[in-house]
């Protein structure tokens, strides 16, 4: 008999190529949420009347991106249009005036046009108050009487001093760049000579030869001479420095130490009255006990208290941050540090990472990662404080601006919404636990309720993890589940590692998006995530294959017993970054065999090569020494050495710009994965650095994860899958005929909040995403700092690509 048989495998892929596309399950596809108006943060007048509220839209027919910038009515919910151009950035309210406003119009010679309008007359031509003669960003203007205001912002500054402009910069001969420091690159950038660094200048009322108009003084660079830099590359902005009557803070590292091995960043106060006057020496601020890096700065509405917050240690990025108070700046340059305890621990078991002030300087709000949400405290403004802060946001806020009236204005997002405008009454919501004083004003998505998502769809678990922890973890089933049928596992691993995976929103692992093609999608927060205490955070050094390995073994047990609407047989495993280290490292032992299918985003394959990554401090803490003092701390967890029990089908996604986990670690298990067999894909975008943030090509990404996990390339999957395939077809699914649901909108409370790998931060911009010192390796902390602070200030140029 000579009969042609046919492989199982091409059997499969022919019943794949019918079945296909399963991807496109629910309607809340990759394309829907990618289509999304990406609305930032709310910032309103001191009289709460009016919002600025600005977003953009990218449109995969005309392949372009339109863009917005609005006032919002606060009371009737009206909407006026002030720009549609990217061009136009920075709005900010002036103060003590209900409608006037400044911002920046960016030219296309690379310099700024710094212009005064008025809300009230919006089609009126505005007054231009003067012209920066480079790009910047950061505006904050406060009144300093008489009519006039001082004003900051930051940009960059060539080595002599003058704000560089990249549009006038000449085309060397050569391209070689040579080094004898480091950092040499950056998260995605290679450090060149030109250094960030803040300007001040005066905004007044009349021009020279009008009592009408306004104008912009001469920008002096606030830092020239001083050696120091501000903000702090890579993810450093407007959470570096503020501005009150008293002059200038600002946060820059030490220059005397090694750039890259530690993170020790100061707090420096600059005396300024008139802001005219050339710059002083910056002097540091003290704080006794405190030398790690500083961040979020705030001055109160007095103009000469400070808050900010601090860690402890000079190498180690996700240590807790202490909360420090200055009681007057002009009086004494010492910190009060909240909370110390003979131990030098901290008795509060948060770490803040945003800081408001009421109007009469008696109180702060906290942006506080708590619980796998960023949520919001209040404390009294005094170090002596034994009460703990007060919960007032239960959910995720990105950002808060506190209103003459005293209330604030959050923005939030949660897996569901990316845009949500509450007002919260600091004192109602404190006294009840954040069960009342909170009200909605918008949800930009309306909770998902137009793509039939809703509330329901999550809930999260506690479970016994390693050494008898209790370990966190998310679990969201798709918006067509039914009790009575199973559904496959999608097992995602967050970044970071210290990070976590929290209720927001993400334009680049957005929780639902994967559940609508059918999965239950149980995302956890293992040993080393943050929001839970410290300890947790801290017990991953030297432990990055043990404790979090252990709890996710633990975790999928868990599933197995207690999820029986999980169908483990159809299980597949995701991560980036430390989640892709993760993923690795599950693929050589033993929970690996229980996975269809692995995919691994910008992973870390073999951490005998985490020298070729940038922040050395961040490997120096993590793995507890050095590569030459204590190698074995190396060699002890690394996915490389455990490569030849790899049998798991895997996609692999690795881009060029990724300087933090160099394009080697993505091509290195690839090939492994060739070589050996084992069915593999690998995706490379040349353009892209450790995020995905074009649209088109996160298009493409989501498309190639969706179509590998789905089973529709992936010939092990699909073999095993075509019942599934089949099952979702005749639930319709597979034909994406799945209707709108009723829309099921949570009213009255809502939101969520920020923080991501490292810090945290979504989408809004490619230079929003690619912000911050936390978002490094994924972690939410990260993610939602961009988003806090660059949200509103980008509707320019920098949204061009997106999450
Ligand atoms: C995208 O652009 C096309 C063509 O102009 C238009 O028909 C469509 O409505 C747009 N989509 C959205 C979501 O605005
Ligand atoms: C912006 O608005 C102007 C009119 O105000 C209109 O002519 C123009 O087409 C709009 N641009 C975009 C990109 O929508
Ligand atoms: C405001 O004007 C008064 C009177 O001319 C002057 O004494 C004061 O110094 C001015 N204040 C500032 C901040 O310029
Ligand atoms: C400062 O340096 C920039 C860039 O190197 C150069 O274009 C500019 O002419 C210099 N300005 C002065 C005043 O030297
Ligand atoms: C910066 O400082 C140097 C002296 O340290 C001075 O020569 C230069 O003019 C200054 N540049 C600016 C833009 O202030
Ligand atoms: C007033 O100054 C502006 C520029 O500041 C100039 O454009 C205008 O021509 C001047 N008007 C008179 C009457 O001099
Ligand atoms: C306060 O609310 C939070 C969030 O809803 C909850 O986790 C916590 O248990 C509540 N605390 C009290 C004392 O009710
Ligand atoms: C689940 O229950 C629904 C009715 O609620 C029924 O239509 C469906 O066939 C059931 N599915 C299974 C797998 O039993
Ligand atoms: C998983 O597979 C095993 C062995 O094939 C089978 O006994 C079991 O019923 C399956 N479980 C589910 C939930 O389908
Ligand atoms: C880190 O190294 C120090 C010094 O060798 C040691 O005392 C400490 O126990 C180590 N910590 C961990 C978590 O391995
Ligand atoms: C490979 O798998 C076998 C069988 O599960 C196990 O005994 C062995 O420890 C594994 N090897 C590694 C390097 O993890």
């Given at each position: 008999m000579v009969a042609i048989m046919k492989s199982p495998l091409s059997i499969a892929l022919s019943v794949a190529s019918i079945l296909s596309p399963v991807w496109s399950a629910g309607t809340f596809t990759p394309e829907a949420m990618l289509s999304i108006d990406r609305r930032g943060s709310a910032l309103p007048n001191d009289a709460g009347t009016l919002a600025f509220s600005a977003g953009n839209q990218y449109n995969f027919t005309t392949h372009k991106r339109k863009y917005y910038?609005?006032?919002?009515?606060?009371?009737?919910?009206?909407?006026?249009?002030?720009?549609?151009?990217?061009?136009?950035?920075?709005?900010?309210?002036?103060?003590?005036?209900?409608?006037?406003?400044?911002?920046?119009?960016?030219?296309?010679?690379?310099?700024?046009?710094?212009?005064?309008?008025?809300?009230?007359?919006?089609?009126?031509?505005?007054?231009?108050?003067?012209?920066?003669?480079?790009?910047?960003?950061?505006?904050?203007?406060?009144s300093i009487g008489n009519g006039t205001y001082a004003v900051a912002f930051f940009g960059t500054a060539a080595p002599n001093g003058t704000l560089y402009n990249s549009e006038l910069a000449e085309t060397p001969y050569t391209t070689g760049r040579m080094y004898t420091q480091?950092?040499?690159?950056?998260?995605?950038?290679?450090?060149?000579?030109?250094?960030?660094?803040?300007?001040?200048?005066?905004?007044?009322?009349?021009?020279?030869?009008?009592?009408?108009?306004?104008?912009?003084?001469?920008?002096?660079?606030?830092?020239?001479?001083?050696?120091l830099e501000s903000p702090v590359p890579p993810f450093g902005s407007t959470d570096n420095y503020d501005l009150s009557s008293s002059g200038i803070v600002f946060v820059a590292k030490d220059p005397k130490l090694n750039q890259a091995t530690t993170t020790k960043s100061d707090l420096y106060y600059l005396p300024l009255k008139t802001f005219k006057e050339a710059a002083p020496s910056p002097q540091a601020i003290f704080t006794p006990g405190l030398e790690g890096a500083s961040v979020a700065p705030a001055f109160a509405p007095n103009g000469h208290s400070l808050a900010f917050v601090r860690m402890k240690g000079i190498n180690y990025?996700?240590?807790?941050?202490?909360?420090?108070?200055?009681?007057?700046?002009?009086?004494?340059?010492?910190?009060?540090?909240?909370?110390?305890?003979?131990?030098?621990?901290?008795?509060?078991?948060?770490?803040?990472?945003?800081?408001?002030?009421?109007?009469?300087?008696?109180?702060?709000?906290?942006?506080?990662?708590?619980?796998?949400?960023?949520?919001?405290?209040?404390?009294?403004?005094?170090?002596?404080?034994?009460?703990f802060p007060c919960l007032i946001y239960a959910d995720s806020a990105t950002e808060g601006h506190v209103v003459s009236s005293g209330k604030i204005l959050v923005t939030g997002s949660s897996f569901l919404d990316n845009s949500i405008y509450s007002w919260v009454d600091p004192v109602a919501a404190a006294a009840s636990n954040a069960t009342s004083g909170v009200s909605l004003i918008s949800a930009n998505l309306g909770y998902g309720a137009k793509w039939g998502l809703s509330k329901s769809q999550i809930s999260e678990v506690y479970y016994e993890g390693d050494g008898g922890h209790m370990?966190?973890?998310?679990?969201?089933?798709?918006?067509?589940?039914?009790?009575?049928?199973?559904?496959?596992?999608?097992?995602?691993?967050?970044?970071?590692?210290?990070?976590?995976?929290?209720?927001?929103?993400?334009?680049?692992w957005n929780m639902m998006v994967f559940a609508e093609q059918g999965y239950v999608v149980v995302a956890f927060n293992p040993t080393g995530s943050t929001g839970f205490g410290q300890a947790l955070t801290d017990r991953i050094q030297n432990n990055w294959g043990g404790s979090p390995y252990i709890d996710l073994v633990k975790g999928y047990e868990f599933i197995e017993a207690n999820l029986p609407y999980v169908d483990t047989n159809r299980s597949v495993e995701l991560g980036a970054s430390y989640g892709g280290y993760m993923g690795f490292w599950i693929a050589g032992h033993d929970l690996g065999k229980k996975f269809k299918a692995q995919f691994v985003h910008d992973g870390s394959f073999n951490t005998l090569s985490q020298y070729a990554s940038e922040e050395l401090w961040f490997m120096q803490h993590d793995f507890n020494g050095t590569l030459w003092d204590d190698y074995d701390n190396y060699a002890r967890w690394n996915p490389a050495a455990h490569t030849k029990n790899w049998t798991t089908p895997m996609l692999i996604v690795h881009n060029d710009l990724d300087y933090r986990l160099p394009i080697a670690e993505g091509l290195a298990a690839f090939n492994v994965l060739q070589a050996k067999g084992v069915p593999s894909k690998f995706l490379n975008f040349p353009d892209e650095?450790?995020?995905?943030?074009?649209?088109?090509?996160?298009?493409?990404?989501?498309?190639?994860?969706?179509?590998?996990?789905?089973?529709?390339?992936?010939?092990?999957?699909?073999?095993?899958?075509?019942?599934?395939?089949?099952?979702?077809?005749?639930?319709?699914?597979?034909?994406?005929?799945?209707?709108?649901?009723?829309?099921?909108?949570?009213?009255?409370?809502?939101?969520?909040?920020?923080?991501?790998?490292?810090?945290?931060?979504?989408?809004?911009?490619?230079?929003?995403?690619?912000?911050?010192?936390?978002?490094?390796?994924?972690?939410?902390?990260?993610?939602?700092?961009?988003?806090?602070?660059?949200?509103?200030?980008?509707?320019?140029?920098?949204?061009?690509?997106?999450?």
């Amino acid at each position: 008999m000579v009969a042609i048989m046919k492989s199982p495998l091409s059997i499969a892929l022919s019943v794949a190529s019918i079945l296909s596309p399963v991807w496109s399950a629910g309607t809340f596809t990759p394309e829907a949420m990618l289509s999304i108006d990406r609305r930032g943060s709310a910032l309103p007048n001191d009289a709460g009347t009016l919002a600025f509220s600005a977003g953009n839209q990218y449109n995969f027919t005309t392949h372009k991106r339109k863009y917005y910038l609005n006032v919002l009515d606060l009371a009737t919910g009206s909407k006026t249009l002030i720009s549609n151009s990217s061009a136009d950035s920075n709005p900010v309210w002036l103060p003590g005036s209900e409608t006037k406003f400044v911002w920046f119009h960016s030219e296309d010679d690379g310099s700024t046009t710094v212009n005064v309008g008025d809300a009230s007359t919006p089609d009126a031509e505005p007054f231009t108050a003067g012209s920066i003669p480079g790009a910047v960003d950061g505006l904050k203007v406060v009144s300093i009487g008489n009519g006039t205001y001082a004003v900051a912002f930051f940009g960059t500054a060539a080595p002599n001093g003058t704000l560089y402009n990249s549009e006038l910069a000449e085309t060397p001969y050569t391209t070689g760049r040579m080094y004898t420091q480091i950092f040499v690159r950056h998260w995605d950038t290679y450090v060149t000579p030109q250094k960030n660094s803040i300007w001040y200048s005066t905004l007044s009322v009349g021009t020279s030869n009008s009592t009408s108009g306004y104008t912009l003084s001469e920008p002096i660079n606030a830092l020239n001479g001083t050696g120091l830099e501000s903000p702090v590359p890579p993810f450093g902005s407007t959470d570096n420095y503020d501005l009150s009557s008293s002059g200038i803070v600002f946060v820059a590292k030490d220059p005397k130490l090694n750039q890259a091995t530690t993170t020790k960043s100061d707090l420096y106060y600059l005396p300024l009255k008139t802001f005219k006057e050339a710059a002083p020496s910056p002097q540091a601020i003290f704080t006794p006990g405190l030398e790690g890096a500083s961040v979020a700065p705030a001055f109160a509405p007095n103009g000469h208290s400070l808050a900010f917050v601090r860690m402890k240690g000079i190498n180690y990025e996700s240590d807790k941050n202490r909360l420090l108070l200055v009681s007057d700046i002009t009086k004494g340059l010492e910190a009060s540090e909240f909370y110390a305890d003979a131990a030098g621990v901290g008795a509060w078991d948060r770490s803040p990472s945003a800081i408001y002030w009421s109007p009469d300087s008696a109180t702060l709000y906290l942006a506080v990662e708590d619980r796998a949400r960023v949520r919001m405290f209040s404390v009294a403004a005094d170090p002596a404080t034994t009460s703990f802060p007060c919960l007032i946001y239960a959910d995720s806020a990105t950002e808060g601006h506190v209103v003459s009236s005293g209330k604030i204005l959050v923005t939030g997002s949660s897996f569901l919404d990316n845009s949500i405008y509450s007002w919260v009454d600091p004192v109602a919501a404190a006294a009840s636990n954040a069960t009342s004083g909170v009200s909605l004003i918008s949800a930009n998505l309306g909770y998902g309720a137009k793509w039939g998502l809703s509330k329901s769809q999550i809930s999260e678990v506690y479970y016994e993890g390693d050494g008898g922890h209790m370990v966190q973890a998310w679990v969201i089933k798709p918006s067509f589940f039914k009790e009575n049928e199973t559904y496959p596992l999608a097992f995602y691993v967050h970044g970071g590692p210290q990070g976590s995976t929290a209720d927001t929103w993400s334009n680049r692992w957005n929780m639902m998006v994967f559940a609508e093609q059918g999965y239950v999608v149980v995302a956890f927060n293992p040993t080393g995530s943050t929001g839970f205490g410290q300890a947790l955070t801290d017990r991953i050094q030297n432990n990055w294959g043990g404790s979090p390995y252990i709890d996710l073994v633990k975790g999928y047990e868990f599933i197995e017993a207690n999820l029986p609407y999980v169908d483990t047989n159809r299980s597949v495993e995701l991560g980036a970054s430390y989640g892709g280290y993760m993923g690795f490292w599950i693929a050589g032992h033993d929970l690996g065999k229980k996975f269809k299918a692995q995919f691994v985003h910008d992973g870390s394959f073999n951490t005998l090569s985490q020298y070729a990554s940038e922040e050395l401090w961040f490997m120096q803490h993590d793995f507890n020494g050095t590569l030459w003092d204590d190698y074995d701390n190396y060699a002890r967890w690394n996915p490389a050495a455990h490569t030849k029990n790899w049998t798991t089908p895997m996609l692999i996604v690795h881009n060029d710009l990724d300087y933090r986990l160099p394009i080697a670690e993505g091509l290195a298990a690839f090939n492994v994965l060739q070589a050996k067999g084992v069915p593999s894909k690998f995706l490379n975008f040349p353009d892209e650095n450790h995020w995905v943030l074009k649209p088109e090509n996160s298009l493409i990404w989501h498309k190639t994860v969706l179509d590998w996990l789905n089973g529709n390339d992936n010939p092990a999957v699909i073999h095993e899958d075509a019942e599934r395939v089949e099952r979702s077809r005749a639930r319709g699914f597979g034909d994406g005929c799945h209707g709108v649901r009723t829309p099921r909108v949570r009213i009255g409370a809502v939101g969520e909040e920020p923080a991501e790998d490292g810090r945290v931060a979504e989408d809004l911009t490619m230079l929003a995403e690619s912000s911050a010192s936390g978002s490094r390796r994924g972690n939410p902390r990260a993610e939602s700092w961009v988003r806090r602070y660059l949200w509103p200030f980008l509707i320019a140029a920098a949204m061009a690509p997106q999450p």
